[in-house]
């Protein structure tokens, strides 16, 4: 009886080493990317592809929320009760109670002009002679920032969409709209009359280069090696060319 105890214990003991671990994906719409628009509410998309490919490779479930505003999700992920976020730019040093995984790099935001405006842009410090529409709630890129922040408030007019910014643009009610190009594209393809009515330009690459894409992982899941077999499986998927093929051209691949 007592070999046969022993025997569970062990047994037991070794479950938890060999069991897939269970995360919870604090998830957000963000078109072209991920979508909610289906009867079940359920999340859909190329980033869903992406999250599922790398749990099977990594070794983990995967258990996707609803759609959660951003700041929601982030605020999850500081105190635990979600694993991970996927999709979001680092500031600084970034949080000390999340581990950034990098899986891509983000195109830098673009400047939308009205169709005949023929301007071009060479500088980042040009947007200061503006009025800019951007989405509320939305940050810009680093080296963007510098110049939005030291222009008067009157000149940023926040909006609630991507559309509503092209909307205004193309209406003329502001000089540009700065937006990131992939939610462009996602509403491009639902409002095709817009594509007449604007102009895209983009900053050089040596000037605003993009950013890094990060996997948020919570630093309450405590778990060191998932870290690492993360890690792994986004350098083999960039390797084997699955990352290109979810992505398409909406990430740029790092490794």
Same mark, same amino acid.
């Given at each position: 009886?007592?070999?046969?105890?022993?025997?569970?214990?062990?047994?037991?003991?070794?479950?938890?080493? $060999?069991?897939?671990?269970?995360?919870?994906?604090?998830?957000?719409?963000?078109?072209?990317?991920?979508?909610?628009?289906?009867? /079940?509410?359920?999340? #859909?998309?190329? %980033?869903?592809?992406?999250? $599922? =490919?790398?749990?099977?490779?990594?070794?983990?479930?995967?258990?996707?929320?609803?759609?959660?505003?951003?700041?929601?999700?982030?605020?999850?992920?500081?105190?635990?009760? /979600?694993?991970?976020? @996927?999709?979001?730019?680092? %500031?600084?040093?970034?949080?000390?109670?999340?581990?950034?995984?990098?899986?891509?790099?983000?195109?830098?935001?673009? @400047?939308?002009?009205?169709?005949?405006?023929?301007?071009?842009?060479?500088?980042? %410090?040009?947007?200061?002679?503006?009025?800019?529409?951007?989405?509320?709630?939305?940050?810009? $890129?680093?080296? &963007?920032?510098?110049?939005? =922040?030291?222009?008067?408030?009157? #000149?940023?007019?926040? @909006?609630?969409?991507?559309?509503?910014?092209?909307?205004?643009?193309?209406?003329?009610?502001?000089?540009?709209?700065?937006?990131?190009?992939?939610?462009?594209?996602?509403?491009? #393809?639902? $409002?095709?009359?817009?594509?007449?009515?604007?102009?895209? @330009?983009?900053?050089?690459?040596?000037? &605003?280069?993009? #950013?890094?894409?990060?996997?948020?992982?919570?630093?309450?899941?405590?778990?060191?090696?998932?870290?690492?077999?993360?890690?792994?499986?986004?350098?083999?998927? %960039?390797?084997?060319?699955?990352?290109?093929?979810?992505?398409?051209?909406?990430?740029?691949?790092?490794?």
């Amino acid at each position: 009886m007592l070999r046969l105890l022993l025997l569970l214990a062990c047994i037991s003991a070794a479950l938890p080493l $060999h069991a897939s671990q269970l995360l919870k994906w604090c998830a957000w719409e963000f078109p072209g990317s991920v979508s909610f628009d289906n009867p /079940s509410k359920e999340a #859909q998309g190329v %980033t869903v592809d992406f999250m $599922h =490919e790398l749990a099977k490779r990594a070794g983990f479930k995967l258990v996707i929320s609803k759609a959660t505003p951003p700041g929601r999700c982030i605020k999850e992920l500081g105190d635990g009760s /979600s694993d991970l976020v @996927v999709g979001i730019i680092k %500031t600084g040093d970034g949080r000390e109670d999340i581990d950034y995984i990098p899986y891509g790099a983000r195109h830098p935001d673009r @400047v939308y002009l009205a169709a005949d405006d023929n301007r071009k842009l060479e500088q980042v %410090t040009e947007l200061s002679t503006m009025t800019l529409a951007a989405i509320r709630n939305f940050g810009f $890129h680093p080296d &963007v920032t510098v110049v939005i =922040e030291a222009m008067p408030p009157q #000149q940023i007019i926040r @909006v609630n969409s991507v559309y509503s910014a092209l909307e205004v643009v193309a209406k003329k009610r502001v000089t540009a709209a700065l937006l990131p190009p992939t939610l462009v594209s996602a509403v491009l #393809q639902k $409002h095709p009359g817009l594509n007449a009515q604007i102009r895209e @330009v983009s900053f050089p690459v040596s000037i &605003v280069k993009p #950013q890094r894409a990060y996997i948020g992982l919570s630093k309450h899941c405590q778990c060191p090696q998932l870290a690492a077999a993360i890690q792994t499986s986004l350098q083999q998927m %960039t390797a084997d060319g699955s990352i290109k093929a979810i992505f398409g051209d909406i990430i740029i691949p790092l490794f």
